[in-house]
């Protein structure tokens, strides 16, 4: 069975800092998707990861992802209030359903 | 910009009785599924859908669960018999095509079975 994790689960972090999220996954995918959620609402797909080594960047988010090593990371450059959200990997497998992670909620302050 | 939509947006229902949760995918995408999130806790994957039948579920899907495409636009998921766990927020999704392309969201049909 397919185990998604994530750390840290929790992240409160002071507007302009940095900080990275790790997702590590215990069985072999070549595509990783990265979601956003914001309290009550829905899933908005930030990132697709498509192959060993892909980098994506949107605004202050950038992931990354190692098949070889199943490990994905977002990373988060100098922090914004609007960024607080919860973040979910998830790694695509077989018809292509998602296995979604812990989850991380990140929290920014002044 | 085309989006997934679902009716109702909350749901509540007593123990034992039928819901049927309703989504309209995006037009031309013909992959579909369907998620639950236990309030606090992380989506959980239900159920696949293609070529109007069921490719892959999981254990959650057991015989109380049922997803049907009756046209060209709707996707339902009906739970038979409510059991209180199944309070959650369900959440249908679409995608295009496999290999890789996103899947959407719709914003989700909150059920309280009480």
């Known amino acids: 069975e397919l185990k998604v994790e994530q750390n840290p689960l929790f992240l409160s972090m002071q507007e302009g800092k940095n900080y990275t999220i790790y997702c590590n996954y215990s069985?072999?995918?070549?595509?990783l998707y990265w979601y956003r959620q914001d309290p009550g609402k829905s899933l908005e797909s930030l990132f697709v990861?498509?192959?060993?080594?892909a980098v994506k960047q949107e605004g202050r988010l950038m992931a990354s992802l190692d098949t070889k090593a199943r490990l994905s990371t977002l990373h988060i450059t100098a922090a914004v209030h609007d960024l607080s959200a919860t973040y979910f990997c998830?790694?695509?497998?077989?018809?292509?359903?998602?296995?979604f992670g812990t989850g991380t909620r990140l929290q920014v302050f002044p | 910009e085309p989006e997934v939509t679902q009716t109702p947006s909350h749901q509540v229902t007593q123990m034992g009785q039928e819901v049927i949760l309703r989504c309209v995918p995006i037009?031309?995408?013909?992959?579909f599924y369907w998620y639950r999130q236990i309030l606090g806790q992380k989506v959980e994957f239900l159920v696949s859908?293609?070529?109007?039948?069921?490719?892959?579920k999981s254990e959650i899907f057991d015989d109380q669960f049922s997803v049907e495409r009756p046209d060209g636009s709707n996707f339902t998921l009906k739970i038979r018999s409510t059991k209180l766990e199944d309070s959650a927020m369900y959440f249908c999704?679409?995608?295009?095509?496999?290999?890789?392309?996103?899947?959407?969201f719709g914003p989700g049909t909150r059920l309280t079975v009480t």
């Open positions: 990861l498509l192959s060993n080594g």
């Open positions: 998830a790694p695509g497998i077989s018809s292509d359903k998602l296995i």
């Open positions: 037009s031309n995408h013909l992959y």
């Open positions: 859908f293609y070529n109007n039948e069921i490719s892959e």
């Open positions: 069985t072999t995918s070549d595509r």
């Open positions: 999704a679409s995608r295009k095509n496999m290999g890789g392309s996103e899947q959407y």
